[in-house]
Each structure stands twice: as structure tokens, then as C-alpha cells.
């Protein structure tokens, strides 16, 4: 389920009132606070400790898959001003849509959660913010600068159902390709005539579709929670 705080958000986004403002930028610095972490290189044995202890003796395992693939990934790209070749793409895309779907209401037992990317693989349950975040920071760690990546908040399908994908930009000024948990095939944003944008977003800013006004965010709640623990699986 879509965070209650983003819909909160898009509530505001029509209106130019100095509180629609201020919840933007209170979002912008969390955005800008995030750091720079190893998501699959760098999970140590603390943190695999932490997730059997959190989801059982299989986390183990679907965390030692999971970090095998980022260092696979890592060996197949060239540079550290990264330009995934369109098959590398893929397979993130397909590799971490084979985490089973679990609304969070049913996974986590609270209504919106957005998890860590070793969150997602050792309890092996995602739902589209999830699956957006992990591919988001596994390209990052394979040094894709963040101009080419955004997080995308849109309407899917013909009843407009809150969802999150993942935009990669080969270059600042083209079209991007979407990574989508909904469907297996990167394509193009133009193909996919099913996603109506809302706003999109990465560390740095948020960009209202609409109207194009680019700000600085804040006051998703449960992205600072996602920084929050991220920060901490960086300390076990």
C-alpha cells in the first residue's frame, strides 16, 4: 500500500499554500540527508546475524544470492560513471521482481513500510516501494550517478492505483526506462501508456509532473525511517 503520508503529500501538491511548501522542502532534507552505502558488497555478518534473528535461518541464505548478484553486477560494469547496458537493466529488473509481492499490511503488519534492501531480500516479501528502493540503490552502488536515477510516484492501470517504479536515464536528456516490479520487461516510459506520473524523485529533489516546479522535499515519514535503519544496518 501506498505510504498515507505520500497521498498526504499529493493532496498538497495543487495547492501553493506556504504549508504545501513547507511539507515539500521538510521531505527534500531527508532526501539530501541519505548516505552512501554498500547494499550487497557491504552486507556484513552483523547484519546477516540481525536478519535470521528478525526472519529466520533462510535469510541467510537469500542474503549470501543477494550479495553474490551485486558482486556479478558489479564485475559487468565498466566505470564509476556507470551506463548499465540495457541486458544489466534487465536483469536487476527481473532478478529482484522474484521477491514474492506482499502488501504491508500483510508483511509487516503496518500499513505503509518501506524496506531496506536487505529487508526486502532476507524476509523475502515487497511491494512496489520496495522493489523501487532496492533497484534504486543497487544501481547507485554500481556508481550510476543519481541525475540518471528517479523514483517515480504514479497512477497504474485503468483505476489509477498508487504505485512506485524506478526511471533510469541513459542521458540527462532522454527518455527514460522504466524498472517496474509489474512488469518484467525494462521499456520505455512512452510504452508504458498504462503509468500516469504523479511526481518523481531521488536524493536530491523532487519534480512535480504536472506543473515541472522543482523542489526540496521532506515529511515522508517513512523514507527518513528508511535512512534511519539503513544507518544502522551500516553499524552491525
Not at 489509477?160 to 536515464?169: E, G, K, P, R, T
Not at 506520473?197 to 506543473?211: A, M, Q
Not at 523542489?215 to 553499524?235: G, K
Request: glycine share 6%.
Amino acid at each position: 500500500m501506498f505510504p498515507e503520508n505520500i497521498l498526504f503529500i499529493k493532496r498538497l501538491l495543487g495547492s501553493h499554500s506556504p504549508r504545501a511548501t513547507a511539507a515539500l522542502w521538510f521531505f527534500a532534507t531527508a532526501l539530501a540527508c541519505a548516505a552512501d552505502y554498500g547494499y550487497t558488497r557491504s552486507v556484513t555478518d552483523g547484519l546477516i546475524a540481525s536478519m535470521v534473528t528478525r526472519f529466520g535461518a533462510d535469510a541467510r541464505g537469500r542474503l549470501g544470492i543477494w550479495t553474490e548478484f551485486g558482486r556479478n553486477e558489479t564485475r559487468r560494469t565498466p566505470s564509476s560513471d556507470a551506463v548499465p547496458a540495457a541486458e544489466g537493466l534487465q536483469r536487476i529488473n527481473s532478478y529482484l521482481n522474484r521477491v514474492p509481492y506482499s502488501d504491508d499490511i500483510v508483511h509487516w503488519r503496518v500499513e505503509d513500510y518501506w524496506a531496506t534492501p536487505a529487508e526486502s531480500v532476507a524476509s523475502n516479501g515487497a511491494d512496489c516501494e520496495d522493489y523501487a528502493i532496492a533497484k534504486y540503490f543497487l544501481l547507485k552502488e554500481l556508481g550510476v550517478p543519481l541525475a540518471r536515477l528517479r523514483m517515480v510516484y504514479v497512477r497504474a492501470g485503468r483505476s489509477a492505483q498508487a504505485h512506485m517504479v524506478l526511471a533510469y536515464y541513459p542521458r540527462p536528456d532522454a527518455e527514460p526506462l522504466i524498472l517496474d516490479n509489474l512488469d518484467d520487461r525494462v521499456r520505455l516510459a512512452s510504452a508504458r501508456t498504462d503509468l500516469a506520473p504523479v511526481y518523481s524523485f531521488n536524493e536530491e529533489d523532487v519534480v512535480l509532473t504536472t506543473t515541472g516546479q522543482r523542489t526540496t522535499p521532506q515529511q515522508i515519514r517513512a523514507w527518513r525511517a528508511l535512512l534511519d535503519r539503513l544507518n544502522r544496518e551500516a553499524t552491525l
